[in-house]
């Protein structure tokens, strides 16, 4: 079949596309920037056009010659996610009929139930409500958390449990939960592909197991061999406070955590099974809730995690990369250079650029770096603790503690460009060539103010420039040169 992907970035569509190539299928892929599927290993084998889910002629373009579409986009994180997935789902709704489509299949969330669902599942059904009544047969998947190495539902539950022997919970922590392995939604999702059956309907998908949140702390301290977990629940605990202390304790920014703690306030159980009459349980049966978390730690503990929360950015976020030389700007651009001959060779100061971030850090003045992570989360931001997909590897488009990897040429450039909050944009980028003594490094931070904050910004914090990027090109240059020593 001709498949379109769209979220291809994301977490699922990352992970969906090559299972759908693997399975003999054409696949395109529609991304707001090329560039960020440009370096993942499945991209010479696919079709990757560059769109806009909001811009109706480009979405209509995409779907030419589509059998099946997936719609695995969505805004959560935007301020105003429920506005650009409504959007989005009726461009894509009806430029699916347009085009011929045979079906839509879109991964979405739990059924809301009564009036004060969250606003984040009842987002989630509005738009399966839109796509089932586009005219194209339309398959919803209801899937609740989904247990998976990178899934933003896995990194919250494995960092409150293990950093946190002691838990103060509130009292959405015990009602009744059925976690879905990551493997056993992505069976279902390659599955529908090949189905012949003319289908327009939802489906609830779940494991073997139904448990509280607080059983999920349990069985996953026991499988990771942690202590036992000793949780207190507390009735006075909202719902938004708790994701304040999300945020606070996980990679897991605020403004993601508030909409996935918020629908933790219902119970998320199957209703049915009715999915294994069009499409068989995968082989071995549906995986319970402490095989998914072995697979997902294995893959951890192993560096093999192919796609994270981190990397997806929203419907109608920014992709416009920064040209080679920002002049473009026509206003101030404020820069903060640094130049060194290194006596190592490029491909050893490569090796020290790319394995920057996560748990390696940023080269200098490590309490620098962690108290401006800790401000970012404070105001909203995603903060330091992102981290890093692979300690040794980078693509085009993967977050990095709070930077993106905007671009990546082999033994040549790094360029990241900031997401943490701030008054104007900027990016951090680092240069490599031969030099007399071995390689020359340049690092370039560069920064395009947004009106008097933006300046006030600057000039409050370039006092600790050379602290931080100074020590940060020179030790970079330590770093590789002790490399070719040993």
């Known amino acids: 079949m001709r498949c379109l992907v769209t979220g291809a970035t994301g977490y699922i569509g990352g992970?969906?596309?090559?299972?759908?190539?693997?399975?003999?299928?054409?696949?395109?892929?529609?991304?707001?920037?090329?560039?960020?599927?440009?370096?993942?290993?499945?991209?010479?084998?696919?079709?990757?056009?560059?769109?806009?889910?909001?811009?109706?002629?480009?979405?209509?373009?995409?779907?030419?010659?589509?059998?099946?579409?997936?719609?695995?986009?969505?805004?959560?994180?935007?301020?105003?996610?429920a506005d650009k997935d409504r959007r989005a789902a009726e461009i894509f709704a009806e430029a699916a009929l347009s085009a011929g489509v045979s079906r839509i299949v879109y991964l979405g969330g739990p059924e809301p139930e009564g009036t004060h669902a969250s606003a984040h599942l009842r987002s989630r059904d509005e738009v399966s409500e839109i796509l089932t009544a586009s005219g194209v047969p339309t398959v919803t998947l209801r899937a609740a958390v989904i247990i998976g190495s990178g899934s933003a539902s896995f990194e919250m539950l494995r960092y409150l449990t293990e950093r946190l022997p002691v838990m103060v919970t509130p009292r959405w922590v015990h009602n009744r939960i059925q976690p879905i392995a990551v493997r056993d939604v992505l069976h279902y999702l390659v599955a529908w592909a090949s189905v012949t059956e003319e289908v327009n309907r939802d489906f609830d998908i779940g494991g073997t197991d139904v448990l509280t949140y607080a059983d999920m702390m349990r069985r996953y301290a026991r499988v990771a061999q942690l202590p036992p977990r000793i949780i207190i629940p507390v009735r006075t605990l909202s719902p938004w406070l708790s994701s304040q202390w999300v945020g606070l304790v996980t990679p897991v920014p605020g403004r993601i955590a508030k909409p996935l703690v918020l629908s933790l306030i219902h119970e998320a159980v199957c209703r049915e099974h009715d999915i294994a009459a069009f499409v068989p349980d995968p082989p071995g049966g549906l995986k319970g809730f402490d095989e998914a978390v072995r697979l997902a730690l294995a893959k951890v503990r192993d560096d093999e995690v192919e796609t994270r929360w981190a990397n997806a950015t929203w419907i109608g976020a920014p992709a416009d990369p920064l040209p080679t030389d920002p002049q473009w700007s026509g206003g101030t651009v404020y820069r903060d250079i640094r130049t060194r001959e290194v006596s190592a060779s490029p491909e050893a100061l490569w090796r020290v650029v790319t394995r920057i971030g996560g748990e390696t850090g940023w080269y200098s003045f490590p309490l620098a770096w962690a108290i401006r992570g800790w401000l970012d989360r404070l105001v909203g931001g995603v903060g330091l603790r992102r981290g890093r997909r692979d300690a040794d590897e980078l693509y085009a488009g993967e977050a990095l503690d709070f930077w993106r990897v905007e671009e990546i040429e082999r033994f040549e450039l790094l360029r990241l460009r900031a997401e943490m909050k701030l008054p104007g944009q900027a990016w951090l980028e680092m240069r490599i060539g031969d030099g007399p003594a071995g390689s020359y490094y340049e690092q370039r931070a560069i920064f395009v103010p947004r009106g008097l904050a933006g300046h006030l910004y600057w000039w409050a914090v370039a006092p600790f420039h050379s602290i931080v990027f100074g020590g940060m090109a020179r030790n970079m240059a330590r770093a590789a040169e002790r490399q070719t020593e040993a």
């Open 15 to 81: 992970r969906l596309a090559p299972r759908l190539i693997e399975a003999g299928h054409t696949v395109r892929c529609l991304t707001r920037s090329a560039l960020r599927l440009r370096d993942v290993p499945w991209a010479d084998r696919a079709e990757v056009v560059q769109g806009d889910l909001l811009e109706p002629a480009e979405v209509r373009q995409a779907l030419e010659g589509i059998d099946v579409a997936y719609f695995l986009a969505h805004s959560l994180g935007s301020p105003d996610f």
